[in-house]
């Protein structure tokens, strides 16, 4: 089992920036690749970027492309998303995830934890 909280969101005026972190329980945290996913208002849950388990190797949405960064410190059991340059269209609930297995990290239900999410709020 792995228990996800994440935090660091907020109201932030387009342009500026926000770093989200999600923190992990257990041991075991360095074999999984994680995720953060974002749902706004209306709409379906959708991938903002994952990260592999060493963390050589991210994956991102072209929507956030070159303005968020993912990155994780597995001695800390954290994943982080750094967001910048941030747009009106990011205001969503931000949520962190996991999952054993590297393949399909663009799909939600690929990943078997959660977190509970934290808002972000871009206004313009």
């Known amino acids: 089992q792995v228990q996800l909280v994440e935090s660091g969101g907020g109201l932030v005026q387009a342009g500026g920036s926000l770093t989200l972190s999600c923190a992990a329980s257990?041991?075991?945290?360095?074999?999984?690749?994680m995720g953060w996913f974002r749902q706004a208002p209306g709409k379906e849950r959708e991938f903002v970027q994952a990260?592999?388990?060493?963390?050589?190797?991210?994956f991102h949405a072209d929507s956030v492309k070159g303005r968020f960064t993912i990155s994780r410190d597995n001695a800390k059991n954290t994943v982080y998303l750094q967001m910048n340059s941030l747009k009106p269209e990011d205001t969503a609930v931000y949520y962190c995830?996991?999952?054993?297995?590297?393949?399909?990290?663009?799909?939600?239900?690929?990943?078997?934890?959660w977190g509970q999410g934290t808002q972000v709020t871009v206004s313009s």
């Open positions: 995830a996991a999952k054993s297995s590297g393949s399909f990290v663009f799909i939600p239900r690929s990943y078997e934890y």
């Open positions: 990260i592999g388990r060493s963390g050589g190797e991210t």
């Open positions: 257990g041991r075991t945290f360095n074999s999984y690749t």
